[in-house]
């Protein structure tokens, strides 16, 4: 008797699999990095967006050099996603 194992949806590439573990979501550890990769950076961008919206808005502290960082990192991160070219794949 082999375990438990149960079906699952890889949460990355949608492809059926047995799952190793209970905690399998993925049906590699490459789709499991391809998809934490993209969480990341999804995150990063988020939150550089609303760093740059609050400086935007802010109390009038931002200077010129801190707007001009701010939109140089989320054009970094918004081209590394692009390479890698899953990026575009929301849904
Ligand atoms: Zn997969």
């Known amino acids: 008797m082999i375990g438990r194992r149960q079906m699952a949806k890889c949460r990355e590439c949608g492809k059926e699999f047995y799952q190793k573990t209970t905690r399998g979501e993925f049906c590699g550890d490459s789709c499991?990095?391809?998809?934490?990769?993209r969480q990341y950076r999804q995150q990063a961008v988020e939150e550089a967006e609303e760093r740059l919206q609050a400086r935007r808005n802010g109390n009038g502290h931002a200077t010129p050099e801190q707007r001009k960082e701010a939109s140089e990192a989320l054009a970094k991160i918004v081209q590394r996603g692009q390479v890698s070219g899953q990026f575009r794949r929301r849904i």
Request: aromatic fraction near 34%.
């Open 32 to 37: 499991r990095g391809a998809y934490w990769r």
